[in-house]
C-alpha cells in the first residue's frame, strides 16, 4: 500500500518562500502521477501542480511562475517550491500520488500573512 506525508508547512509573510515535500512509500517508481491540491479556508479542494514519471508539469493560473514542482525519484519525494506567496495561497495543501492505487496525504497547512 502506498503512503503518502507531506512536510514543510507553516507561516510567512507576504513575498516570502516555503518548500513542501511530499515523500511516497515504499515507492515512488509505480507512480504515474503525482499532484499538489490546496483547500483554502471555507473553499473547495483545488489542483494546484502535478508532475507525471516523465518529469511533465502543469500548473494551475493562480500559481503558474511562482511555483515550481519536481520530482526525486532517488529519494521518493515530490516538491512543490513556492515563491512570493499570497495571503490568497493560504491553504492546507494536499499531495496525492496516483498510479496502481490512488493515495492521499493528510495535509500540511499553509499561512501567509500579509
Known amino acids: 500500500q502506498v503512503h503518502v506525508v507531506e512536510s514543510g508547512g507553516g507561516l510567512v509573510q507576504a513575498g516570502g518562500s516555503l518548500r513542501l515535500s511530499c515523500a511516497v512509500s515504499p515507492s515512488i517508481l509505480d507512480i504515474n502521477m503525482v499532484y499538489w491540491y490546496r483547500q483554502p479556508p471555507g473553499k473547495q479542494r483545488e489542483l494546484v501542480a502535478f508532475?507525471?514519471?516523465?518529469?511533465?508539469?502543469n500548473y494551475d493560473g493562480a500559481v503558474k511562475g511562482r511555483f515550481t514542482i519536481s520530482r526525486d525519484n532517488a529519494n521518493n519525494t515530490v516538491d512543490l517550491q513556492m515563491n512570493s506567496l499570497k495571503p490568497e495561497d493560504t491553504a492546507v495543501y494536499y499531495c496525492?500520488?496516483?498510479?496502481?492505487?490512488?493515495?492521499w496525504g493528510q495535509g500540511t497547512q499553509v499561512t501567509v500573512s500579509s
Open positions: 508532475i507525471t514519471s516523465g518529469g511533465t508539469t
Open positions: 496525492r500520488a496516483f498510479g496502481n492505487t490512488d493515495s
